[in-house]
């Protein structure tokens, strides 16, 4: 009975802590996902709360995009340092629509069967290569692009790299020989 007993205290227990309010600002998600903003709406955070930008360039047929999306963009270490350093931004190279960033619309451009969004192409200096990772320090500046798919342990560094300012006193090949 004893056994019992104190199963049962166990059990309630158990419940009564899996439902204890969340404390205000607590977002259970920000650890299991990437938290993804548009840039417009990075242009407004970045004003109250600095952090650098993270901007994932993709297209919808891109088949090394989705592998990213899948198991980089899942890894539990990368969705840290991402919300944690980073604004992170989806952008669809070839996005039909107008989109406001610092003060200047970008555009679709048609072009072929296809074409690019204005915005993809000036992030990435006109190289249009799918995936590619843009990274722009607190105010909106670019500082590089990283063009391909990116598995999680060489995404971490390069997160480490940018999201902690080591870019600022050394040379990636710098860091990199640290590790």
């Not at 009564?16 to 259970?28: A, D, H, L, R």
């Not at 004003?47 to 047929?61: A, G, L, S």
């Not at 629509?97 to 451009?109: P, S």
Request: aromatic letters at 14%.
């Amino acid at each position: 009975m004893k056994k019992i007993q104190y199963l049962l205290i166990v059990f309630v227990l158990n419940v009564s802590f899996s439902f204890t309010p969340k404390k205000t600002g607590e977002n259970p998600e920000s650890e299991t996902q990437v938290q993804w903003y548009s840039i417009e709406q990075v242009q407004e955070l970045v004003k109250n709360e600095p952090r650098k930008v993270f901007i994932d360039v993709y297209t919808d047929w891109c088949g090394w995009c989705k592998v990213m999306d899948k198991n980089t963009f899942t890894d539990p270490d990368i969705i840290k340092k991402l919300n944690s350093d980073f604004y992170a931004v989806k952008l669809d190279g070839e996005g039909k629509d107008d989109i406001v960033f610092k003060e200047h619309t970008f555009k679709f451009v048609a072009q072929g069967r296809k074409g690019y969004h204005e915005l993809a192409a000036a992030l990435m200096n006109g190289k249009m290569s799918y995936p590619t990772t843009v990274y722009l320090d607190e105010e909106l500046q670019p500082i590089t692009m990283v063009p391909g798919y990116l598995k999680p342990e060489q995404m971490g560094p390069i997160l480490d790299f940018f999201g902690k300012n080591h870019y600022k006193s050394q040379t990636w090949e710098e860091y990199n020989a640290r590790k």
